[in-house]
């Protein structure tokens, strides 16, 4: 299957592009997260997406917004981040839910933006520095304890989300008669203990990053890349040149697909 078609059906198969693999259990769309490795939650690039896999008619027809959701599926994606799948905002501030392997991956650029980010801004040096002395916290309690406003909150962690240097994880919480929606922010050396060494090259992980995505998604047109995650900083013009050099991806008609003894 080295042609444009070829790949673009191993794709459609790969990433249950079709009806006939609509996952139907919860149980299969973990295991279509570890095979994988990373799943936005709605379709919007070549990257798999959890929903698009569901084929399931939308929450509310003709809305937009949640309700394009899948009707009785699209709680699936809480589920597996409960399940210990970290759900990031590094796919451009969009959600996507990441196996292990791919948090590893991640490690190195997080935890260079944990470091970039304190020296870039007092705001969000305050809200790291308090997590690290406080440990993973509540909207409510970082609030009251940085005497912030919902706004301004919103404002520090929204960066800090999209760059990996802190996750949110959602909590429900009971008050009353009722269940109460929040979330927890952490760091993201707080979620997930180091695997790469504090020395490790962000650009590096970036190029490796990009091969886990292109995996992932089988084959990509190549102007794409560049989009999917949050860096452009780390990101070199030579990065896909350089990647087709070492045969670790081969270009096909605009696309790009990893080689096949990778």
Same mark, same amino acid.
């Given at each position: =299957?080295?042609?444009?078609?070829?790949?673009?059906?191993?794709?459609?198969?790969?990433?249950?592009?079709?009806?006939?693999?609509?996952?139907?259990?919860?149980?299969?769309?973990?295991?279509?997260?570890?095979?994988?490795? =990373?799943?936005?939650?709605?379709?919007?690039?070549?990257?798999?997406?959890?929903?698009?896999?569901?084929?399931?008619?939308?929450?509310?027809?003709?809305?937009?917004?949640?309700?394009? $959701?899948?009707?009785?599926?699209?709680?699936?994606?809480?589920?597996?981040?409960?399940?210990?799948?970290?759900?990031?905002?590094?796919?451009?501030?969009?959600?996507?839910? &990441?196996?292990?392997?791919?948090?590893?991956?991640?490690?190195?650029?997080?935890?260079?933006?944990?470091?970039? =980010? *304190?020296?870039?801004?007092?705001? /969000? *040096?305050?809200?790291?520095?308090?997590?690290?002395?406080?440990?993973?916290?509540? &909207?409510?309690?970082?609030?009251?304890?940085?005497?912030?406003?919902?706004?301004?909150?919103?404002?520090?962690?929204?960066?800090?989300?999209?760059?990996?240097? &802190?996750?949110?994880?959602?909590?429900?919480?009971?008050?009353?008669?009722?269940?109460?929606?929040?979330?927890?922010?952490?760091? $993201?050396?707080?979620?997930?203990?180091?695997?790469?060494?504090?020395?490790?090259?962000?650009?590096?992980?970036?190029?490796?990053?990009?091969?886990?995505?292109? *995996?992932?998604?089988?084959?990509?047109?190549?102007?794409?890349?560049?989009?999917?995650?949050? /860096?452009? /900083?780390? /990101?070199?013009?030579?990065? &896909?040149?350089?990647?087709?050099?070492?045969?670790?991806?081969?270009?096909?008609?605009?696309?790009?697909?990893?080689?096949?003894?990778?």
């Amino acid at each position: =299957m080295g042609s444009l078609a070829g790949l673009q059906e191993l794709r459609a198969f790969e990433c249950r592009l079709t009806p006939d693999r609509a996952l139907r259990t919860l149980v299969e769309a973990e295991a279509f997260l570890h095979g994988r490795g =990373m799943l936005t939650r709605t379709a919007d690039c070549a990257l798999p997406s959890l929903y698009e896999a569901c084929h399931e008619d939308p929450y509310q027809p003709g809305s937009p917004g949640f309700a394009t $959701w899948p009707a009785t599926k699209w709680p699936w994606f809480s589920e597996l981040a409960g399940r210990g799948y970290p759900v990031t905002a590094v796919h451009r501030g969009k959600n996507m839910l &990441i196996s292990g392997e791919v948090t590893r991956l991640l490690d190195p650029i997080c935890r260079a933006e944990i470091t970039r =980010m *304190r020296a870039a801004d007092p705001g /969000w *040096r305050q809200l790291l520095d308090h997590l690290a002395a406080a440990g993973p916290s509540t &909207i409510d309690d970082l609030r009251t304890e940085l005497r912030l406003k919902r706004q301004e909150l919103n404002a520090l962690r929204a960066p800090l989300e999209r760059c990996g240097a &802190i996750v949110s994880s959602s909590l429900q919480m009971k008050s009353g008669q009722r269940h109460v929606h929040s979330s927890q922010l952490a760091r $993201w050396d707080q979620v997930c203990p180091s695997t790469s060494g504090t020395d490790a090259d962000p650009r590096r992980a970036l190029r490796d990053l990009v091969m886990a995505g292109l *995996r992932a998604a089988i084959i990509a047109p190549e102007r794409e890349l560049r989009r999917w995650f949050s /860096w452009q /900083w780390y /990101w070199e013009d030579t990065l &896909i040149d350089g990647l087709a050099r070492e045969g670790r991806l081969r270009r096909v008609n605009g696309h790009v697909t990893v080689t096949a003894d990778r």
